[in-house]
């Protein structure tokens, strides 16, 4: 799927200037723990929730990753506030190409459905399970992404309304998939945790 550009004039729009200097500008020079804490609370603070999102499908990738990595904290720490910007989020999880957003994306992403802090409309549960699958058999894709991919596709299956709503095939189609990996994967460690994930289907 190809990436959506974001560029400075659409992140400077709906933003406050001085708060969008500050938080691109920390963002550059951001790394160690205590600058994700640091970054993720001018997220909560500043209400810079849509800011943050946006620019996890920055150009740059260093840009891309910082803010997804701040929002990993943010929404750790304020799962109210993130929750009006959940549609806004899947999407930016659907049009990024970064594999360093992906693994934080996916976390989040698993935590919101196992918290039962988003139930997902049909359309998102759609949209989040076709980029999961993607995400899945992409032999580039890094190993973290692939596990948090497996749980939230194993979650999409076992939803209560998965076959009223006509979404029995994520289950169908990710048991198939599973049995795929487990003969062919990469690694030792994903076909491990793809048998794990198929017995507890």
């Not at 004039?9 to 994700?36: H, I, Q, R």
């Not at 929750?83 to 990024?96: C, K």
């Not at 076959?163 to 169908?172: D, T």
Request: hydrophobic share 45%.
């Amino acid at each position: 799927m190809k990436k959506e550009k974001v560029h400075e004039a659409d992140y400077l729009s709906g933003a406050n200037p001085d708060e969008t200097d500050l938080f691109v500008a920390a963002l550059s020079g951001a790394s160690g723990s205590e600058m994700k804490a640091h970054l993720g609370r001018m997220i909560v603070d500043g209400g810079l929730w849509t800011l943050a999102i946006d620019l996890a499908l920055y150009d740059d990738p260093r840009v891309a990753f910082r803010s997804a990595w701040a929002l990993e904290w943010a929404y750790e720490n304020d799962r109210k506030a993130f929750l009006p910007h959940a549609g806004q989020f899947l999407g930016s999880f659907v049009h990024s190409a970064s594999p360093s957003v992906h693994r934080h994306y996916a976390k989040i992403i698993y935590d919101m459905l196992l918290r039962d802090v988003l139930t997902p409309s049909p359309a998102q549960a759609v949209m989040i399970a076709e980029r999961s699958f993607d995400l899945l058999i992409d032999p580039a894709v890094k190993p973290a992404v692939k596990v948090w991919c497996m749980d939230m596709l194993f979650w999409l299956g076992r939803m209560p309304s998965a076959e009223s709503l006509g979404l029995s095939w994520i289950k169908e189609q990710l048991h198939e998939t599973l049995r795929l990996i487990m003969q062919n994967a990469p690694s030792k460690g994903i076909a491990t945790r793809a048998r794990k994930v198929l017995v507890r289907m």
